[in-house]
């Protein structure tokens, strides 16, 4: 499930300190089926906090930090947290079932937990309203609102937090809503003939979605400039050496500018990136990517061996469930 509502995409896109003061922190941390020997936590300001593990396999680590919101990840998924003065966090969790595991004890942990909880709330919702008409998802919104309202008024949270979550609810619905338009649309154009593009080949010459007919495509729209893109390319790396052979092409379109155009050439290079690299004519504004209404990168895109949209927004490499679409078409 592609993760729109994660809690830190909105409320703390500034990743948030609502504290100036630095207090101490102890966290530790316990991950079945992990997928990193170290997590990453990060805040405000540049804040970066390394968190290794131990010969008993426990991630540990004392430091400090204003109270406020900050992000963990492992190097695949990543989850929100509030850190008050003198926490002692300790999580548990199943990296395989991240959101639907984690569990925060010790002291100073009720934000966390909410957080962790409102990050999978807001997962299920995405499931099952975004399949609704437009009026009854409005509704639905709306329920959202008031419940997560109701839970963050009766709970005994820090009055900042408090204030940051209650200030945010109408910002997420706002962006819910421009989401679910997008989803919406995107729906529309899957199993229709995909719009084609004539792009400039890293290997020279130009090469069309035609040329490629008679084989799955699967497009990463992306740009050197973009963190999450890159972020993704590891994923997509191992993608691509999964399907080697398969009547699969993987086919990346920078949307750098023109200007960027060695640089992107560099990139490609420095980073020996396969499949087919091109570069989009017009960055944003080129037809192709219009036409499927991008506002957003990374996008990924999968086509059928006849041009026909399978999926207009596709799930990401480091998704597991690309490989089991993918298993499932090219079995």
Wanted: charged fraction near 25%.
């Amino acid at each position: 499930m592609k993760k729109l509502f994660v809690a830190g995409l909105l409320i703390f896109s500034t990743l948030n300190v609502v504290g100036q003061a630095k207090n101490q922190v102890k966290f530790t941390a316990k991950i079945a089926n992990r997928n990193s020997d170290t997590l990453v936590i990060r805040g405000a300001n540049g804040f970066k906090q390394i968190v290794p593990i131990s010969k008993d396999e426990i991630f540990a680590a004392n430091f400090e930090a204003p109270k406020g919101f900050y992000n963990f990840t492992d190097g695949t998924e990543s989850t929100s947290l509030f850190l008050l003065p003198d926490s002692e966090v300790n999580l548990t969790m199943n990296a395989k079932e991240f959101d639907e595991s984690i569990v925060y004890k010790g002291k100073g942990v009720n934000e966390s937990n909410f957080l962790a909880q409102y990050a999978l709330n807001n997962e299920k919702f995405q499931a099952e309203a975004f399949l609704k008409e437009p009026a009854e998802f409005t509704t639905l919104l709306e329920q959202k609102k008031k419940a997560d309202t109701e839970a963050i008024n009766k709970g005994d949270f820090d009055a900042e937090f408090k204030k940051v979550l209650l200030d945010s609810f109408e910002q997420f619905n706002q962006y819910a809503f421009q989401q679910y338009s997008s989803a919406s649309k995107m729906r529309k154009l899957n199993g229709n003939p995909s719009p084609e593009f004539n792009f400039d080949n890293y290997k020279g010459g130009k090469t069309k979605l035609a040329d490629l007919k008679g084989k799955y495509v699967y497009i990463d729209l992306w740009a050197t400039w973009c963190a999450p893109c890159r972020a993704e390319i590891p994923f997509l790396q191992k993608i691509e050496e999964k399907y080697h052979g398969k009547n699969i092409e993987f086919v990346s379109i920078s949307i750098d500018k023109a200007k960027d155009n060695e640089k992107w050439k560099k990139f490609v290079a420095d980073k020996k990136l396969g499949g087919i690299q091109l570069f989009a004519d017009k960055d944003w504004e080129s037809d192709f990517v219009v036409k499927y209404g991008v506002t957003g990168i990374p996008r990924f895109i999968l086509i059928d061996p006849k041009g026909n949209i399978v999926n207009a927004d596709a799930e990401r490499p480091s998704s597991p469930e690309l490989q089991t679409q993918l298993d499932a078409l090219l079995k």
